[in-house]
């Protein structure tokens, strides 16, 4: 059906694929509810990263992320890939390591790709996100060879060790091109207005909660059920052509014989539109202001798996108003700008698994603790971790510092080394730590 369409809004005419994500909804105190302005359009990246990559086959579809996951428990930020563990690295850990919610200012150097793997608070982004916030996530490249969609549509594909590269596992051998979804959301036109930010699948975002476990409190972060589809809708040897071809570092399309006049303007691609809305749709106020999410979609809280949604009649107005959260502020991941050299960002086209330096920018390691209030940025997080001791919670920040070793005369010299150490912080009321 897609490749019967007459036009596409991609900028390759011959691109019929569909590409979705979900909106960002703000939600006022009142329950009325409002999308939070697009800037720029979606961007859909083929990144060529393996060897012997292979072209979408006819009717492939896949989904990346888990719309009702409202939990995740991972060390933030990311632990250098050389420190992952076998927990890093299960098929749930690097989905969740495959999202990035990345503060944007143009004035200031830009963080690096899925730095962030949840929403900042609303105060966090109204203080330093003044060009908002930009939704990344990566697709699975690990393909069973044989199944073009699954029963959940991500059975049939699997992550790399290292998300965007590293080895495939057994039985998903054949590598495909890896998908990269970014888009910008302009939440700085709500700065200083009282509510929060909620994605269309009921996703309220950037809260914390403490959950009752056993004998112990643990912190639980929530807005983790960002995901994306893609339905492959390419002309299978146009795609597998400018897979072999496109080898240009320059990242540019322009530069791909294969796509030599077949690149449509912004305008054009402006002018393709759907001609019969589907009238389960023809009422149904998505931009707002109105009284709930699109089709009536219930806000759903964490930790716990959210509920599936139930398909409703539609074609009426959103009538369903969300219930704000009283729960506190997710703990701030502060600002850090991307931990490389060169260009920032996935800009590159093509990318052989030979060349590692020309890779795209990866979860930004920095110094930058999850406390406010951190030690000097003196080496790399390794991982944090937490615990509550007498009604306080601790985190514990694993770093890799710099020693200089001395050395007495006449002995062999030794170099400087690098150990691990640790910095233990106490949460203040707010979640921000104090010594």
């Not at 303007?265 to 699109?294: F, H, M, R, V, Y």
């Not at 219930?323 to 502020?329: D, F, K, Q, W």
């Not at 005369?409 to 707010?430: K, L």
Request: hydrophobic share 30%; aromatic share 8%.
């Amino acid at each position: 059906m897609l490749r019967q369409s007459e036009c596409t809004s991609c900028q390759f005419n011959d691109d019929k694929s569909a590409y979705w994500t979900p909106s960002l909804h703000f939600a006022h105190e009142n329950g009325k509810t409002e999308i939070v302005p697009q800037v720029g359009g979606m961007l859909a990246y083929y990144l060529l990263l393996g060897d012997n990559i292979k072209a979408f086959p006819k009717g492939f579809q896949v989904l990346a992320g888990d719309s009702r996951l409202r939990n995740f428990s991972g060390p933030v930020p990311d632990p250098p890939t050389s420190s992952w563990t076998d927990a890093d690295k299960t098929q749930v850990s690097l989905g969740q390591k495959a999202i990035g919610m990345n503060c944007m200012n143009y004035n200031k150097a830009p963080e690096g790709s899925r730095y962030r793997h949840f929403l900042p608070t609303k105060e966090y982004m109204d203080e330093h996100c003044a060009d908002g916030i930009r939704a990344e996530i990566m697709f699975q490249s690990c393909w069973n060879g044989k199944d073009v969609t699954s029963s959940d549509h991500k059975s049939h594909v699997a992550y790399p060790s290292l998300v965007d590269g590293g080895e495939c596992p057994e039985g998903f051998e054949t590598r495909l091109p890896t998908l990269f979804y970014e888009t910008i959301w302009d939440t700085y036109a709500f700065k200083d207005k009282a509510g929060q930010f909620v994605w269309s699948n009921g996703d309220p975002t950037g809260r914390l909660q403490f959950v009752q476990f056993t004998q112990a409190h643990r912190l639980i972060r929530t807005g983790y059920g960002y995901h994306a589809d893609f339905i492959n809708g390419w002309n299978i040897d146009t795609l597998q052509s400018a897979v072999d071809t496109c080898t240009n570092l320059s990242g540019r399309v322009e530069d791909c014989p294969v796509f030599s006049g077949k690149l449509q303007t912004e305008a054009e691609q402006g002018t393709c539109k759907i001609q019969d809305t589907p009238s389960a749709l023809k009422n149904d106020n998505c931009s707002g202001p109105a009284d709930g999410l699109c089709g009536d979609v219930p806000v759903q809280y964490g930790p716990q798996y959210a509920n599936p949604l139930k398909p409703g009649a539609g074609g009426g107005e959103p009538s369903a108003k969300p219930t704000l959260s009283s729960a506190a502020p997710v703990p701030t991941q502060g600002y850090a700008p991307a931990h490389s050299e060169g260009a920032a960002g996935v800009s590159v086209y093509n990318v052989k698994s030979s060349a590692p330096a020309a890779a795209p920018a990866a979860p930004a390691i920095t110094p930058a603790a999850v406390a406010q209030n951190s030690a000097p940025n003196d080496g790399g997080v390794i991982s944090t971790s937490t615990y509550t001791k007498d009604g306080v919670v601790y985190e514990v920040c694993i770093k890799e510092v710099e020693v200089t070793v001395t050395v007495t005369e006449g002995a062999e010299a030794t170099p400087s080394h690098y150990r691990r150490h640790a910095h233990m912080h106490r949460r203040g009321e707010h979640g921000l730590a104090r010594h």
